[in-house]
């Protein structure tokens, strides 16, 4: 998955408006969580979106199109990526020995 692409975008924003919520920072941050954005570029988002005068009578497509006609949106998007995925690992260890949970690095030099 690359950057957050305006079909994306529309699609959540489609969303919204039909369920009759307005488009707010709130909305979009939990929306939004699956990506990376800071709070300025969520303000922004949310700006540029309230600059288009959505409507819930607008299709997705219409939406997208909206989107991808403001060079504001389209330079925020681009800029935008994913949250990465991180491996947790849950030990449990009793008795002696080591507990590793990935790759052991063993200091050779420290033997003799």
Known sequence: MGFLTA??????????LKCGVM???DNL????K???????TLLSI?????????TNEMSELVIERKITLSSELRLLL???KPVLESN??????????????RDK???ESNKR
């Open 105 to 107: 690095v063993i200091n």
């Open 46 to 54: 949310e700006s540029g979106l309230n600059n288009l005068s959505l």
């Open 34 to 40: 699956d990506w990376l954005i800071d709070q300025p």
């Open 78 to 80: 681009e800029n935008i």
């Open 23 to 25: 488009l707010s920072t």
């Open 88 to 101: 947790t690992i849950i030990q449990s260890h009793t008795g002696s020995g080591d507990n590793v949970g």
């Open 7 to 16: 079909t994306v975008l529309s699609g959540i924003v489609y969303d919204t």
């Open 29 to 32: 941050k939990n929306k939004l």
